[in-house]
């Protein structure tokens, strides 16, 4: 995540982190899979389109370069809003192209690429060379994300054991919200020694 953190490599976390948890117990799966899909936004089509279009694998940039260019031809004339609601997902997927039912979803082009024109995905499917467009770049997760990870891999270090783990993160979370917040620098005054 820290290494791959851009917007086209979101829906590659999604299906590493769903394949790294059929190792788990039944009972935790029911947990996890929950949580996997009510904040899976990453694993919505145009997503999964997006990270398509940058694959390192030919067939798969040819493959999504020609599901935006159908999307497209058919969405020319609709103007409506459209609903970002998460998919079912497929749990058993062998790839991240394979966790959503492409036949059963009407397939939108990602609103990032609106400005690149069908000449460009054109190519791509005739030269089945990289896309030279580039979209912008966004993070896929936010920087409270980067701070749990960093607390857990800190804990995991620190302490042995799930409890002792658990409660290095509790009494972590304990002690920064206990500590004084500040708008500005300006604001601190620390305390005199003898006022202690």
């Known amino acids: 995540m820290k290494s791959k953190h851009s917007l086209k490599d979101g829906s590659k976390h999604v ?16 947990v996890v899979d929950g949580v996997i899909c009510r ?7 145009e997503n ?16 999504a370069a020609r599901r935006i260019i ?3 031809e058919l969405s020319s004339n609709v103007k409506s809003v459209r609903a970002l609601l998460p998919l079912k997902l497929n749990f058993e997927a062998a790839d991240y192209t394979e966790m959503i039912d492409w036949s059963s979803i009407t397939i939108t082009p990602p609103p990032i690429l609106r400005d690149i024109s069908i000449a460009v995905f054109s190519s791509i499917v005739r030269d089945n060379k990289n896309p030279e467009c580039d979209f912008d770049h ?17 804990a995991s270090t620190e302490a042995y054991g799930f409890q002792n783990r658990d409660g290095f993160i509790r009494s972590t979370f304990f002690s920064r919200s206990i500590m004084p917040e500040f708008d500005r620098k300006a604001n ?3 305390l005199r020694a003898d006022s202690v």
């Not at 590493?16 to 117990?25: A, E, F, G, Q």
């Not at 904040?39 to 089509?45: E, K, T, W, Y």
């Open 15 to 30: 299906w590493h982190t769903i394949s790294k948890s059929r190792y788990l117990s039944e009972e935790l799966k029911g």
């Open 188 to 190: 601190f005054k620390p």
């Open 48 to 63: 999964i389109l997006l990270c398509m279009l940058k694959d390192e694998r030919p067939h798969i940039r040819e493959l």
């Open 39 to 45: 904040n899976s936004i990453f694993a919505h089509l």
């Open 70 to 72: 159908k999307s497209r």
């Open 138 to 154: 966004f993070p896929c997760h936010t920087q409270a994300v980067e701070l749990c990870v960093k607390l857990v891999t800190e």
